[in-house]
């Protein structure tokens, strides 16, 4: 039952957050609600049992790309106010397409008949050494490749960044 | 932890909101920055999908875990590209709406 009530609390600031993030004008507001939105994220990882993906996720997304964003938008002297949607039938039509999946999404889950265990009890499946015995054996060409995703990425970030390449 | 009885719609309910608030600001928003943390949304959505299903329908198998962790670490690797690439156009623009960068629009 307590899960429950923590579910609806998580979900709302999560949802609440999000909203934030595309209500509020200054661009420097709406990435201190996303912080909010993902540290909500990460308290529905705990609830699904996936422990270390939530440490990762506060470590990754609050502590690392919020910061980039942070960063810029304190670099670049964004906040500025008054930026806002564009056209009306701009915004008509975001919800349209926005709607549509919403609205295909929710009423497929209503009608849908998965073989869904209905209390998975397995509580430890989500610990570091669980994981970590899988990610070295069976999942090595990913993550090795992960590695050099990252590689190229900060090399290409560095070469984008440098002030005249010519 | 927790030994929840939430059922499995409940977080796929969530995570279909938390994509259609993503694709709103994508489309809405002029400010790149914005989109940006728009496009973070709707992995995070899909991430909670992963996961979501992971547990309830295979709870001994780790292979949505996996994906997830991938997803972030590819977002990580989205966001830096990104963001250097928003500097550059600040430089050359002195703003980051995107209505100005339509050079290759035509």
């Known amino acids: ?31 201190l609600y996303l912080t909010l939105a993902f540290f909500a994220i ?17 470590i990754v997304y609050a502590g ?3 910061v980039l964003f942070l960063f810029t938008v304190m670099l670049l002297n964004l906040n500025i106010e008054g930026e806002f949607p564009k056209k009306n039938i701009i915004k008509f039509a975001a919800v349209i397409v926005g709607g549509l999946i919403l609205i295909t999404l929710i009423g497929t889950f209503r009608t849908y ?54 | 932890m927790i030994n929840s009885g939430i059922p499995l719609q409940y977080f796929l309910v ?3 909101i938390m994509f259609f608030v993503g694709v709103y600001g994508f489309i809405t928003r002029k400010n790149l920055i914005t989109i940006l943390m728009s496009i973070e949304l709707i992995l ?13 329908l295979y709870p001994d198998k780790l292979q949505g875990h996996f994906f997830t962790l991938f997803v972030i670490a590819v977002a990580a690797c989205e ?8 500097i550059n156009i600040f430089r050359r623009f002195n703003n980051i709406d995107v209505e100005n960068v339509d050079e290759m629009k035509y």
């Open chain 1, 1 to 31: 039952m307590l899960s429950k009530y923590i579910f609806y609390f998580l979900s709302s600031v999560a949802i609440y957050a999000a909203l934030m993030v595309l209500i509020s004008k200054k661009p420097i507001h709406s990435v």
């Open chain 1, 42 to 58: 990460a308290g529905h990882y705990i609830l699904l049992n996936a422990q270390f993906l939530a440490v990762v996720h506060i």
């Open chain 1, 64 to 66: 690392a790309i919020m």
């Open chain 1, 113 to 166: 008949d998965l073989e869904i265990i209905k209390n998975p009890t397995l509580n430890q499946i989500g610990l570091v050494k669980n994981l970590g015995k899988v990610l070295f054996k069976e999942y090595l060409l990913p993550f090795e490749l992960c590695s050099i995703l990252f590689l190229a990425a900060m090399v290409g970030a560095v070469m984008l960044g440098k002030k005249d390449i010519q």
């Open chain 2, 14 to 16: 969530l995570a279909a």
């Open chain 2, 44 to 56: 995070n959505s899909v991430n909670i999908n992963f996961v979501a299903f992971n547990k309830y």
């Open chain 2, 79 to 86: 966001a830096a590209v990104a963001i250097a690439i928003i």
